[in-house]
């Protein structure tokens, strides 16, 4: 009878282990993959920290089918390269079930053949200039017709018809360089001249000349990274203010004006599809719940909020799924809905982009940003603008990359 008891205490014991160990549920690991040192970081960092606040939220929620997201970050280092490696890393050594990140279009496309080859999914937060779609991208940040295009547009129609474009040398600018100008000629414009520097890039004088010497209505600015300040102090420096020749930025939002002469950029423009100065509830709390995390001197911005939004939208589709594995949330992705904090954002079935409401601003004294003009809803993406054929801008980005000894950026930029 002892026998019996003790083998039996013993067999409780074990199924209670067992069942244990069957009812843990494991944490579901992803990957943030921005840069946190070298010229992008000025950028990448606030994005990253607000998918990681999304991700603290949906895990206080009580997580995804039950289970707590863990966040695995790595460094892209501001180099194409480096963000292709860490891709790497994080989907065969990590095993994450989703990656958040990269910014430049550069970073983007030298990443996008490690997601098709392990058929994983990343969810891009940034905008862009568009002639790509992937099954394994999520793009979560404006397509050429959601900012680009419009604000070249609005500028003519309120500013002037002399163009002058500048821009960072990797594919991003010399792409949105070519839809401006198609752009700008189907209006009646003119294009006065368009200089480009290498990512990083400090020496900015020369294309200051050029635009002295060019005299535009008005700039349309490409540059990516740090070299925004090196540009904008040289222009006030030779005496070129947004009453004299306004620039119209698109890689400049509320985080990078902490980091510039917020008095001496009031008057320029920008376009987004969202400014930390939207005024309805879901932006109130958004702001609110970023200053109260990382400080009231911080500010929210269109890449920080597409950084935010991410992965509310991945969370839905896994739970849609119930799976996390990246082919089923794939098929659970379309028409995902999210009422983010610049309005209602989904993600288009067929393109994979969201449709997102287009906002254009001007810059104040205070480091925030005015809408002077906004759609009245949510636009829909259109990744290849209707200026050239979809086979025409494959024949553009394969010169490039075979221009640039098959890479994104010119080489030694």
């Not at 289970?67 to 970050?73: E, G, L, N």
């Not at 002639?131 to 017709?145: D, F, K, T």
């Not at 163009?163 to 949105?176: C, E, K, L, N, Q």
């Not at 932006?283 to 500010?299: L, M």
Request: a positive charge; hydrophobic letters at 40%.
């Amino acid at each position: 009878m002892k026998y019996f008891y003790k083998n039996n205490i013993f067999l409780l014991l074990l199924l209670s282990i067992l069942f244990a160990c069957e009812n843990k549920k494991e944490d579901i690991k992803v990957g943030v993959l921005h840069s946190y040192t070298g010229t992008m970081a000025i950028s990448e960092k606030a994005v990253a920290q607000a998918t990681m606040m999304a991700i603290e939220e949906i895990n206080a929620k009580g997580g995804v089918m039950g289970r707590k997201i863990k966040v695995i970050t790595a460094d892209g280092k501001s180099d194409a390269n480096t963000f292709a490696q860490q891709a790497e890393q994080l989907i065969t050594q990590d095993k994450v079930t989703v990656i958040f990140g990269c910014w430049t279009s550069a970073s983007r496309k030298t990443v996008r053949p490690v997601f098709e080859k392990h058929q994983h999914l990343l969810f891009y937060p940034i905008q862009y200039e568009g002639l790509e779609q992937s099954p394994n991208i999520v793009y979560a940040g404006a397509s050429p017709n959601q900012q680009i295009i419009p604000a070249t547009k609005w500028a003519m129609d309120n500013i002037g018809k002399k163009v002058f474009i500048v821009g960072s040398d990797y594919v991003f600018p010399r792409t949105a360089s070519a839809i401006i100008q198609d752009l700008v000629k189907q209006l009646g414009g003119e294009v006065v001249g368009d200089e480009y520097l290498p990512l990083g890039a400090k020496n900015v004088t020369e294309m200051v000349d050029a635009i002295i010497k060019a005299k535009p209505d008005f700039v349309m600015n490409n540059i990516n990274g740090d070299t925004n300040v090196e540009f904008f102090k040289e222009l006030r420096k030779r005496g070129i203010t947004p009453k004299k020749i306004p620039t119209f930025s698109f890689s400049i939002a509320e985080d990078e004006l902490r980091t510039m002469d917020k008095t001496k950029m009031a008057g320029d423009f920008t376009a987004w599809n969202y400014f930390q100065s939207v005024d309805n509830p879901q932006n109130k709390i958004f702001v609110a719940n970023y200053k109260k995390k990382f400080g009231d001197s911080t500010v929210t911005d269109d890449p920080i909020e597409a950084g935010y939004i991410t992965p509310y939208l991945w969370a839905q589709a896994v739970e849609k799924a119930q799976s996390t594995k990246p082919h089923e949330v794939r098929k659970n992705l379309a028409n995902q809905s999210f009422q983010a904090p610049g309005g209602l954002v989904y993600i288009d079935g067929e393109t994979q982009h969201l449709w997102k409401t287009v906002r254009i601003g001007k810059f104040e004294e205070s480091g925030q940003v005015k809408t002077v003009w906004s759609s009245d809803k949510p636009v829909r993406p259109i990744p290849y603008p209707n200026s050239r054929t979809q086979t025409s801008w494959e024949k553009f980005l394969l010169d490039l990359y075979e221009g640039w000894n098959k890479g994104w950026a010119r080489p030694n930029s």
